[in-house]
């Protein structure tokens, strides 16, 4: 069994990889795990995250408590925990503001859902939700309704005038995601670019979301 001060050094290690893609710049960003049915694991505020240490780290319950805090947890702990509240097979989180990604969000483009094989089989479609202010508690009256959707139905979302979500039932999973996902955000532009896109058949997509369902149970 992985020990919480595994997972710890894990979370460090995975948030210095984002800050060294340029995923989160200055102190932005944030990245949690699950430690078990009530308990999160989370990133404090604050911090640029290529410095953080293990021991920074801070342990919330799902109602937003702190139960171990050194450090004030990240602002966006209420889309963390919305995501937690939401999906009890998602064990970790992603909070980035990767460039291209970010530019979809800030120009409120959708991402394609019908272009790239390997993005519809891992991700299915990467849906662009409303503009909320960041920090917000989430709790429901003041969550969107897509973005309830999108943290109950994928993996990976877009967060209107802000940036990106990814999730995952591992730490590493929804890192591989947020990096797919910035991906396909500069693929996109290169497709725009070019001033045409060839679309997947309806037929073609649903096998494909089918066959990257087979993978992921595998
Ligand atoms: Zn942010």
């Known amino acids: 069994m992985v020990s919480s001060w595994d997972l710890r050094k894990e979370v460090v290690d ?3 990889r984002l800050a060294l893609l340029g995923f989160m710049p200055s102190t932005s960003g ?15 505020s604050g911090l640029p995250k290529s410095a953080l240490q293990p021991g920074q ?14 450090l004030k947890p990240t602002s966006e702990l209420g889309l963390h925990l919305a995501a937690y509240r939401l999906r009890p097979d998602v064990m970790a989180a992603v909070h980035a503001h990767p460039p291209a990604a970010t530019a ?10 019908d272009i790239a094989s390997e993005v519809v089989a891992a991700l299915k479609s990467i849906p662009l939700t409303s503009f909320f202010m960041p920090g917000s ?11 309830r959707e999108a943290l109950q139905t994928r993996d990976a979302m877009l967060l209107s005038n802000h940036g990106a979500l990814t999730l ?13 996902l910035e991906h396909y955000a500069k693929i996109c532009l290169g497709v725009f670019q070019l001033g045409r ?10 096998a494909l979301i089918d066959l990257g369902g087979k ?4």
Not at 104 to 113: I, M, R, T
Not at 169 to 180: K, P, R
């Open 137 to 147: 508690k989430l709790t429901d009256p003041e969550m969107p309704a897509d973005l």
């Open 57 to 70: 780290l801070d342990v919330i319950d799902l109602e937003g408590d702190c139960l171990e805090c050194g």
């Open 104 to 113: 979809f969000a800030c120009a409120g483009v959708e991402l394609p859902a």
């Open 215 to 218: 993978y992921r149970r595998g």
């Open 197 to 206: 896109q060839k679309r997947l058949s309806p037929q073609e997509v649903a």
């Open 14 to 16: 995975c948030a210095r």
């Open 30 to 44: 944030n990245l949690s795990v699950r430690l078990d049915p009530r308990r999160v694991l989370i990133t404090p």
């Open 168 to 180: 995952g039932n591992s730490l590493a999973i929804a890192f591989q995601n947020m990096e797919l």
